[in-house]
């Protein structure tokens, strides 16, 4: 089983900047993906952005131009640059690693914008 640990979370005003971190315990074999969720209370969780082995990402059209995802291979990690921060970016952020045999999550790191 593969542990993803996360960092990086806190609190900032309304247009700061954070950047998520998120570290395997173990290298993953491609072809995987590597993603951001978050969750606020009482709703689902939600795809923030993904970046696939082959360098691919995309990103939910309210953080587009705002969000940056990247990731290391050796190791295995991601990151998540979060500029312009809006207090509805407000949320626990979760790291998530899919492959064809493992799909591990983070234990998620609250990120907290205040207006």
């Known amino acids: 089983q593969v542990q993803l640990v996360e960092s990086g979370g806190g609190l900032v005003q309304a247009g700061g900047s954070l950047t998520l971190s998120c570290a395997a315990s173990?290298?993953?074999?491609?072809?995987?993906?590597r993603a951001w969720y978050r969750q606020v209370p009482g709703k689902q969780r939600e795809l923030v952005a993904s970046?696939?082995?082959?360098?691919?990402?995309n990103y939910v059209d309210s953080v587009k131009g705002r969000f940056t995802i990247s990731g290391d291979n050796f190791p295995s990690s991601v990151f998540l640059q979060m500029d312009r921060l809006e207090p509805e970016d407000t949320a626990v952020y979760y790291c998530?690693?899919?492959?064809?045999?493992?799909?591990?999550w983070g234990q998620g790191a609250q990120v907290t914008v205040s207006s």
């Open positions: 970046l696939t082995s082959d360098g691919t990402s």
């Open positions: 173990a290298v993953i074999s491609k072809p995987y993906t």
């Open positions: 998530n690693f899919k492959s064809l045999t493992i799909e591990s």
